[in-house]
């Protein structure tokens, strides 16, 4: 499907484990990012990428790992999951022009409840 | 640092009344772009409207229109005659014109239209 798609849609783990939430966009978009929405705290950034094999820390990235080996493909990586990353991760496109990124295209989430 | 204000948290509304979200920011950047994100409870987070700080002219896409004033940093939306689908979250969010910027996004502002 065209779009940017993200997997799973839902997640339950457990506290300790290592989660991947994987992204994908059919876009060819420069630019990647991952948001956590909390009630209360809005939309939050976590990390983001402006190419392939370039990515850098948004403003809550404690706790994340991110990779971008390919321009399509941004995969979240809770490597020792707590209970206070239950929350819902949204997935972010957008295209950009002498480095400077444009509106942001979402996915449709993926809801982490860490027991 | 960049900071986005909805102070509306939540508001509630009947259907066909005119309503206005609330969008105060603050940047210390000369230019800049302002952002319209609507969530409905299905959780998808849809793209509205960019604007450009040196673009002042409001803009009016069907029942939406938005007034931009750069002189007292605000960036409100307005649907009129508000109909039972408008009901979501609002959010806006603002990033810098030059170099690679990412979203500030508000916290958002609820909005309920009852039928």
């Known amino acids: 499907d065209a779009g940017i798609t993200q997997s799973p849609r839902y997640k339950i783990t457990e506290t300790g484990r290592q989660v991947t939430l994987m992204c994908h966009q059919t876009?060819?978009?420069?630019?990647m990012f991952w948001y956590r929405q909390d009630l209360g705290h809005g939309l939050r950034l976590i990390y983001y990428?402006?190419?392939?094999?370039?990515?850098d820390k948004g403003e809550v990235p404690d706790g994340y790992v991110v990779s971008r080996s390919k321009t399509e493909n941004f995969p979240l990586t809770l490597e020792s999951a707590t209970r206070s990353q239950t929350s819902v991760y949204f997935c972010a496109s957008s295209d950009g022009d002498r480095g400077k990124a444009y509106e942001q295209y979402f996915g449709p989430g993926t809801r982490l409840t860490v027991t | 640092a960049q900071k986005v204000t909805q102070a509306q948290t939540e508001i509630s509304v009947v259907e066909k009344e005119d309503v206005t979200l609330d969008c105060v920011y603050e940047?210390?950047?000369?230019?800049?772009?302002l952002f319209w994100y609507k969530q409905p409870p299905s959780g998808e987070l849809v793209f509205l409207i960019r604007?450009?700080?040196?673009?002042?002219q409001n803009e009016i896409s069907g029942r939406y229109s938005w007034n931009f004033q750069k002189s007292t940093s605000s960036f409100n939306f307005t649907i009129t005659a508000s109909q039972v689908v408008d009901s979501a979250v609002y959010f806006c969010a603002l990033s810098a014109y030059s170099g690679y910027s990412t979203l500030t996004f508000g916290k958002g502002t609820m909005l309920l239209v009852s039928p």
């Open positions: 990428s402006a190419a392939a094999d370039i990515t």
């Open positions: 604007r450009n700080s040196f673009d002042e």
């Open positions: 876009w060819s978009h420069s630019y």
């Open positions: 940047t210390r950047d000369t230019t800049y772009y």
